[in-house]
């Protein structure tokens, strides 16, 4: 698996991580074991609405406070180098 994922593992860590996994993959199984039929899909135990605004598309009204942060600016654009020729 080290191998695969391209990851560097000492050699005397290889029979731990073995064991972890095989752990991990046991309680996979444990999980199958368990009967799910008819029981709903939830993301959270808490039956909620989150509160929506209003999609309006706006500048910010803070062009100067973000310029202020760049370390060059010109004509209110930040000022990059060219990267393609």
């Known amino acids: 698996m080290a191998r695969l994922a391209r990851i560097a593992v000492p050699e005397q860590r290889l ?25 709903e ?14 999609d309006e598309v706006t500048d910010g009204e803070m062009r100067e406070k973000v310029l202020a942060n760049a370390p ?3 004509d209110g654009f930040f000022v990059v180098p060219k990267v393609v020729e």
Do not use: K
């Open 15 to 39: 029979e731990g991580l073995a064991a972890e996994l095989n752990g991990i993959l046991a309680w996979i199984e444990q999980l199958n074991e368990v009967d799910v039929a008819g029981v």
């Open 72 to 74: 060059r600016s010109e």
């Open 41 to 54: 899909p939830m993301t959270t135990p808490v039956a909620m609405t989150l509160p929506l605004r209003d």
